[in-house]
């Protein structure tokens, strides 16, 4: 079993910079992949950003040259550094982890691990 928690989230202003932090604990060897998924009110949860155990990246297009992924080099923690960050952002920023490859190419069924969730809420 693998246990994930995020933080960083909390309410910040158009243009202004996040960074999420998500701690892994648990059998992580069995980790092939974590990525950051986000879900706005009446939308559908989804990927945001991925990262291999290798190092591989995947962004969403709404995040790619805004949003960061990254990870420490024991696997354990994932950083998402968000930049220029707009009202469309805000949403429940979920990270999640995977024995496989899908999840973190954007296959929500495939994710195996959930942590429970940071709130990011961009406004004036």
């Known amino acids: 079993q693998v246990q994930l928690v995020e933080s960083g989230g909390g309410l910040v202003l158009p243009g202004d910079s996040l960074r999420l932090s998500c701690a892994a604990s648990g059998t992580i060897f069995s980790i092939y992949g974590m990525a950051w998924y986000r879900q706005a009110p009446g939308k559908q949860r989804e990927l945001v950003a991925g990262?291999?155990?290798?190092?591989?990246?995947n962004y969403a297009d709404s995040a790619k040259g805004r949003f960061t992924i990254s990870k420490d080099n024991a696997g354990a923690t994932v950083y998402l550094q968000m930049n220029s960050l707009n009202p469309e952002d805000t949403a429940v920023y979920f990270c999640?982890?995977?024995?496989?490859?899908?999840?973190?190419?954007?296959?929500?069924?495939?994710?195996?691990?959930w942590g429970r969730g940071t709130q990011v809420t961009v406004s004036s």
């Open positions: 999640t982890a995977d024995r496989g490859s899908g999840c973190y190419r954007g296959i929500l069924e495939e994710c195996d691990y």
């Open positions: 990262i291999t155990n290798s190092g591989r990246t």
